[in-house]
C-alpha cells in the first residue's frame, strides 16, 4: 500500500470523520517503509500464520483470545480504538459487545480482510487504512485504546509520542491495553537477516508509559498501571515468558500514584520501592539472605513449613499476594499441582521473575506487576490466597481483607505472615524504622481481628515473634559464614548493611517493639453464612 502523501479521510459509519494526517518526518517515513516492507515480504495471503508468523498459529490463536480478552473490562457500551487491528483477530470479539469499535491498520490487504470478515456482520465497525502515526482523532473520544503487536512495529521516539496519543484519545477513566513481544521474537517462522521488529525489555514500555502526561485546559492527566503481566498460552506452549500486556488508567496526574511528593519524592509506591528498598541490588542481597528465589522470612524453610497448612490440591487456583521473585509460588506448582498468580508492586521483583519462571512447569505460575488494592478479580476467583510479609505495606488491611473475602470460592482459605507490633507503647527507634519503610503495622491480635471483622471464620492468629527471631540469628550466621562470597559479588557495605540490618530486627524484636505473625482463615461456606 502507497504510504499517503497528505490527509486521508474516512467517514465512520458512526458519522465521525477520522483523518490520517500526512504531517511527519523523514525518518519516520523511513521507519514505516522499512516496516510496510517487511510485512509485504512476510504475509502474502494475509493469513492466520502470515499475521502471527508461526506455524503453530491456530493453536496459539484458540487459546491466547480468551486469555487477551479476559484481561479486559466490561466491554458493554464502550467505544473502543483498535490500533494494529490486522485481519481482525481481535476485532470480532471487541465488536461482540462494544458499543464501536475503530479498526486501524496501515496494510492494506489486512484491513480488507479484516473487513471482509467482519464488516457485513458487524455495523458497528469502522475499518481505517491508516498509519497509527498519522491518524488525528477527538481527545477523550474512547473508553479502551486496545493493541496487539503493535509498539514492536515502532522506533523509540514514535513509542512515546503514541503514548501521549493514546492518552489524549481516552477518556478519563478509560483504559489502554497493550500487548508486545519482549526480548525475543515469539513467532518461530524465519524472518528476512533484516528484521526490524524492536524486541525491547518490558521495562521501557512501563517507563513510557508510567512516566507520560498531557495538559488540558483544567487538568494533568496521567497513566496508572493497571496491572503487567505475561501471556500464560506462550508460557505453556512455548516456553516463552516475554510476551507482555499492560492495561493502564488515565487518571489525574495530581493523584497521589503521580504526585511529585506522594511517597518521599518519589512519584509512586511502586517507585519508591523499586528505587530504594527493592532496587535491582537490593532484591539480589535481600535473596542472599533469605535464600534462592525467596525474600520472605525463612525463604525455603518456613515456606515449606507454612504451605502445608493449606491442604492444597491439584488444579486449585492460588493468588499469591507479593509474590517477590516467586519462590513461594514455585514451591506451590510444583509441589502440590496448583495454579499461581503472583502478584507483585515491584516491578524489578516481576522482571527477575518472569526471567526464572521458565524452570517451573509450563504456564503453572503467572506473575503480574499490580498494586493489590486497586486490582479487580471477579468474586469466587481463587481457592487460596497466600502472603508473605507484604501486607506491612498496606495502609487499610480491613478493606483489603474484604476484597480477600470476596474473590475467594466459598469454603476457600488464606495464610499470611506478617510484621507486626507489640502490644506496648513503641519506642523512637521503632517509629522512626516504620515511617522510613512506610509501613503500616497491628499487633497479632488485632490483625486477627481484622480478619474476623471482614467475615473469615476459623481465625487463627499467632505470635511467631520467638521463631522469627531464631530465624534471623541463623540467617545471620549464614551470612557472615559466606562473608567473603557476598562482599565479592555486592561489597563490604552491602555487607554491613545487612548483618546490621538482620541484627536490628532481633533487638526490636527482644524490645518487644517488632513481632511476626501467622494467620490462617476460612471463608465460610453457604450453609454458614
Known amino acids: 500500500m502507497p504510504l499517503p502523501s497528505s490527509s486521508v479521510a474516512a467517514a465512520g459509519r458512526d458519522g465521525t470523520e477520522r483523518r490520517v494526517d500526512g504531517g511527519r518526518s523523514a525518518n519516520d517515513d523511513t521507519t514505516r517503509g522499512t516496516m510496510?516492507?517487511?510485512?509485504?515480504?512476510?504475509?502474502?495471503?494475509?493469513?492466520?500464520?502470515?499475521?502471527?508468523l508461526d506455524s503453530k498459529a491456530v493453536v496459539l490463536d484458540e487459546k491466547?483470545?480468551?486469555?487477551?480478552?479476559a484481561m479486559l473490562p466490561d466491554l458493554k457500551e464502550l467505544r473502543i480504538l483498535e490500533l494494529g487491528a490486522g485481519i481482525g483477530r481481535y476485532t470480532r470479539l471487541l465488536a461482540e459487545t462494544a458499543a464501536h469499535v475503530t479498526a486501524v491498520d496501515f496494510v492494506q490487504k489486512f484491513i480488507e480482510k479484516n473487513e471482509e470478515v467482519n464488516g457485513a456482520k458487524y455495523e458497528s465497525i469502522d475499518f481505517v487504512c491508516g498509519d497509527v502515526m498519522r491518524l488525528q482523532l477527538e481527545e477523550n473520544s474512547f473508553d479502551l485504546v486496545f493493541s496487539n503487536w503493535l509498539l514492536m512495529y515502532l522506533s523509540d521516539s514514535e513509542v512515546e509520542r503514541l503514548a501521549e496519543r493514546m492518552l489524549r484519545w481516552v477518556?478519563?477513566?478509560?483504559?489502554?491495553?497493550?500487548?508486545?513481544?519482549?526480548h525475543r521474537q515469539s513467532g518461530d517462522r524465519r524472518r528476512s537477516s533484516s528484521n526490524p521488529t524492536k524486541y525491547r525489555d518490558p521495562k521501557h514500555y512501563h517507563h513510557v508509559f508510567e512516566t507520560v502526561q498531557i495538559k488540558s485546559a483544567s487538568d494533568i492527566f496521567g497513566l496508572e498501571l493497571d496491572f503487567s503481566r505475561c501471556v500464560r498460552t506462550y508460557l505453556q506452549l512455548k516456553n516463552n515468558p516475554h510476551q507482555m500486556c499492560w492495561t493502564w488508567l488515565k487518571v489525574i496526574a495530581t493523584d497521589a500514584s503521580h504526585s511529585s511528593q506522594g511517597f518521599f519524592g518519589h512519584q509512586s509506591m511502586r517507585q519508591f520501592l523499586d528505587q530504594q528498598q527493592y532496587s535491582v541490588t537490593g532484591i539480589l542481597r535481600y535473596e542472599k539472605?533469605?535464600?534462592?528465589?525467596?525474600v520472605s522470612t525463612g525463604g525455603p524453610e518456613t515456606t515449606a513449613e507454612f504451605v502445608p497448612k493449606l491442604n492444597l490440591q491439584p488444579g486449585e487456583q492460588?493468588?499469591?499476594?507479593?509474590?517477590?521473585?516467586?519462590?513461594?509460588?514455585?514451591?506451590?506448582a510444583e509441589n502440590y499441582g496448583v495454579d499461581v498468580l503472583g502478584l507483585d508492586l515491584s516491578t524489578n521483583m516481576v522482571h527477575i521473575a518472569l526471567?526464572?519462571?521458565?524452570?517451573?512447569?509450563?504456564?503453572?505460575?503467572?506473575?503480574?506487576?499490580s498494586d493489590v488494592t486497586k486490582r479487580h478479580f471477579r468474586d469466587g476467583s481463587f481457592d487460596v490466597i497466600y502472603s508473605r510479609d507484604t501486607l506491612l505495606h498496606i495502609k487499610n488491611k480491613a478493606e483489603l481483607f474484604k476484597t480477600f473475602y470476596r474473590w475467594l470460592k466459598p469454603g476457600g482459605r488464606i495464610l499470611i505472615s506478617d510484621y507486626c507490633c507489640g502490644e506496648g507503647e513503641w519506642s523512637d527507634s521503632f517509629k522512626a524504622y516504620v515511617e522510613q519503610r512506610h509501613y503500616t503495622l497491628h499487633s497479632v491480635k488485632h490483625y486477627g481481628k481484622l480478619l474476623a471483622d471482614a467475615g473469615f471464620s476459623d481465625v487463627a492468629a499467632d505470635d511467631y515473634s520467638q521463631q522469627f527471631s531464631d530465624v534471623l540469628l541463623r540467617e545471620i550466621n549464614r551470612a557472615t559464614a559466606e562473608k567473603d562470597e557476598l562482599?565479592?559479588?555486592?561489597s563490604q557495605k552491602d555487607y554491613d548493611d545487612l548483618v546490621t540490618g538482620w541484627q536490628a530486627k532481633v533487638k526490636r524484636v527482644r524490645d518487644g517493639d517488632q513481632?511476626?505473625?501467622l494467620f490462617a482463615a476460612t471463608k465460610r461456606v453457604a450453609s454458614d453464612e
Not at 477518556?171 to 519482549?182: L, T, V
Not at 499476594?321 to 514455585?330: C, K, R, T, Y
Request: glycine content about 14%.
Open 289 to 294: 539472605m533469605f535464600g534462592k528465589n525467596f
Open 36 to 52: 510496510k516492507a517487511f510485512w509485504e515480504e512476510h504475509c502474502t495471503t494475509a493469513s492466520l500464520q502470515d499475521v502471527m
Open 64 to 69: 491466547e483470545k480468551p486469555e487477551i480478552m
Open 487 to 490: 562482599i565479592k559479588e555486592f
Open 355 to 369: 526471567g526464572r519462571a521458565i524452570s517451573c512447569a509450563r504456564g503453572s505460575v503467572i506473575y503480574e506487576v
Open 171 to 182: 477518556k478519563p477513566g478509560g483504559r489502554i491495553f497493550f500487548r508486545e513481544s519482549c
Open 515 to 517: 513481632a511476626w505473625g
Open 318 to 332: 492460588v493468588l499469591d499476594v507479593g509474590s517477590g521473585l516467586g519462590g513461594g509460588a514455585l514451591y506451590m
